[in-house]
């Protein structure tokens, strides 16, 4: 709700200011597309509140852009203190999770020669045609789409409220640094970490959910249980505790998604029957 409400704030130097529920059950759309396909959930939002709201996309996608960056700025903010506080230990931690990948290390370095030279090819390919593809209509389209994701990004100089802005972004961190440390008292092997160890378990939560795999399945459950290791505790509860979180997270999630999507798909209705 909070992240649905920053959202608005960012929109109003725009000229927009969209419905509340719009923009909330936008975002609940935004989690529930991105278990099945990782990234995609971001497109997912701005369609839908294009769809109820008839706001271009690409001005929203550029106040998503910004959001993304101040929220990429929130976690390196937090893993430089956790750093402080826990640097052997997230030197540890990493040093397990890439060991843990060397399996798959030949197939990344295919992949990375494949990468290499699709992106040389369409280098050349580019600058040998780049006067007939500058005066392509399609190209237009993308310069056009482009231009609107710039307008979007400059809401952060025009933002009339700051203060709620850097208040609702403080605010959704807090919720993200709760959501992992009070279920350390839902188990009795870990109701003994500090505080201060729920940054690190928040840490290794975050990286599990930035690899691109659909709802973090795996990644998520991988990191946190390492990280726990690396506090003492058996492998076992670390995995109940990963499964607890994640399991949670994950319920929710698919709750305010499916509840989003009937909301939404109601006001489309609404819409269409107003505009005949």
Known sequence: MSRGYRWLILLEP??????????????????????????????????????????????????????????????????????????????????????????????????????????????????????????????QTVRNFWNGIKEGLKTIRTMRRKGAFIAHTLYIWLCYYLMVYLVFFAIPETAVLSWSDGFFIMVAASLGIVVPVPGGIGAYHYLVMIAMGILGLTLEDGLAFATIVHSSQTLMLLFAGAAAFLFLYLERRKLKKGSL
């Open 14 to 139: 725009l000229g927009y200011k969209p419905k509340l529920w719009n923009s909330i059950n936008s975002v609940a759309t935004l989690y529930l597309v991105n278990m099945a396909v990782p990234r995609a959930g971001e497109l997912a939002r701005c369609t839908s509140m294009n769809q109820v709201e008839d706001i271009p996309v690409d001005k929203l996608f550029g106040t998503v852009i910004l959001e993304r960056v101040v929220d990429f700025i929130m976690l390196f903010g937090i893993m430089m203190f956790t750093f402080l506080m826990y640097l052997d230990e997230l030197l540890q931690l990493f040093d397990l999770a890439v060991s843990g990948s060397n399996d798959a290390a030949g197939g990344g370095n295919s992949l990375k020669i494949y990468v290499a030279i699709f992106i040389a090819v369409s280098s050349i390919l580019f600058f040998s045609f780049r006067k007939h593809i500058i005066n392509h209509p399609k190209f």
